[in-house]
């Protein structure tokens, strides 16, 4: 039985992470993209060692890591709770000025340094499960960053719970805390080895119940199209535009399937993120993703099939045409290791909280992580409306997700 006495921690040190600017940046080359995020991870680590936690540090790259030992003399296996501290490269993270919206009772809610910005009762159906409820919003001038700093605030939150209730039987509990989550960089240089959990599980996921064991599959692809530059008054007959190029393959593409706006459910896409260029250059890059991998090769072998058409119908055009792997879907290793969602789903009973299973339209940390050897199913973090102005995190949804990693360690010790 939780603790009906205990003041809850995870709420203040939200508000003081939201503080820090640790904006992550997709064009950067250097790991961390973002020096600054370096800035909140070290301070994590001195707060894990200030709460107990020995072994706390952040290492070169950023990672922190750290122990909560063992309280049994049951053989536990060693799992870990991940979170990032990084935010959202789409809207910025300086200067965030978090609004606490005291026992909402349904409707919209105007941010309040931007008339624009509404975070509409229609948009965000969980409104409806939050009447009564502590609402965490931006002043609708920045992100908030709730993606991710709810989870990190949770998961220290359940360890100094664990720490004040000695008598909550537990096995050893990692602690880990990424950076670059949001630029798809975030398990680059980790050490799954020194960290040294069996399973994990990364606490960033939005609606109240969710255990996701299933995420897309994830390529991306990146066109060049060639073409030739002269001087536009003399360039009759001999000028190839690129851009002209690109626009065409772009039409090419299917209308009305394959693409985000057309897709729903267990649909995958493919997806124009960027597109620069010249008379001489064009380079398009787009993210292609499913949730059965095999078909990332048909959608790819459809691109390439579009954009060599378009060159050919423009001689003297050339095409480059790269395929990168990103991720692949969790459920593929997280079927081999039922217990580790069934832990999960198990600790969220106990809670009468009801489980949420379904497949994530994008990824985690832990798609990565499960491919690396460490079994990592997402749970959720209370976080809504993520990458945008319109953020928003029930202060109830936080507490009680520190109750569900407090249980999750409990279930593992029992059936140990």
Not at 8 to 18: G, H
Request: hydrophobic residues 35%.
């Amino acid at each position: 039985m939780f603790d009906a006495n205990y003041k809850f921690t995870c709420v203040d040190r939200f508000l003081k992470y939201v503080k820090y600017d640790t904006q992550s940046d997709e064009d950067s080359t250097s790991f961390p993209s973002t020096e600054k995020q370096k800035i909140l991870s070290k301070d994590l680590a001195e707060e894990l060692k200030t709460l107990g936690l020995e072994d706390a540090h952040m290492d070169e790259w950023g990672y922190v890591m750290a122990t909560l030992p063992s309280n049994t003399n049951k053989d536990v296996p060693p799992i870990g709770f991940i979170a990032h501290v990084d935010t959202s490269p789409a809207v910025t993270g300086a200067n965030v000025n978090p609004v606490i919206n005291r026992n909402y009772q349904g409707g919209d809610i105007q941010l309040k340094n931007d008339p624009n910005q509404v975070i509409r009762f229609s948009d965000n159906p969980d409104l409806a499960n939050m009447i009564g409820h502590d609402i965490i919003t931006t002043d609708g001038t920045t992100l908030l960053g709730a993606d991710n700093k709810c989870g990190v605030a949770e998961v220290v939150d359940a360890i100094n719970y664990l720490l004040a209730h000695p008598e909550v039987k537990h096995g050893p509990v990692k602690v880990c805390f990424t950076p670059d989550e949001e630029v798809g960089r975030g398990t680059e240089k980790i050490d799954v080895k020194k960290l040294g959990a069996v399973a994990a599980y990364t606490v960033d996921g939005q609606s109240r119940g969710e255990v996701e064991t299933e995420t897309f599959s994830a390529d991306a692809a990146v066109i060049k199209i060639h073409g030739k530059n002269i001087h536009p008054g003399y360039a009759k007959g001999k000028m190839i535009n690129s851009v002209r190029v690109a626009s065409a393959f772009l039409e090419s593409l299917p209308k009305d399937r394959l693409s985000p706006e057309t897709t729903e459910g267990r649909e995958g896409y493919v997806h124009c993120t960027n597109v620069s260029g010249n008379e001489e250059l064009t380079t398009l890059k787009f993210i292609i993703r499913d949730f059965e991998t095999p078909k990332l090769k048909e959608y790819e072998n459809l691109l390439k099939e579009l954009a060599e058409k378009a060159v050919g119908n423009y001689p003297g055009a050339r095409l480059e045409f790269e395929v990168i792997e990103q991720y692949r879907n969790m459920k593929e290793v997280l079927d081999k290791h039922p217990e580790v969602g069934g832990n999960a789903i198990e600790a969220m009973k106990r809670l009468n909280i009801k489980p949420i299973l379904s497949p994530i339209r994008g990824g985690t940390d832990g798609s990565r992580l499960c491919f690396m050897g460490l079994p990592t199913p997402n749970i959720f973090a209370g976080e809504h409306s993520f990458h945008s102005k319109l953020e928003w995190v029930s202060i109830q949804d936080m507490e009680l997700v520190v109750k569900v990693i407090v249980e999750i360690c409990k279930v593992w010790e029992e059936r140990a």
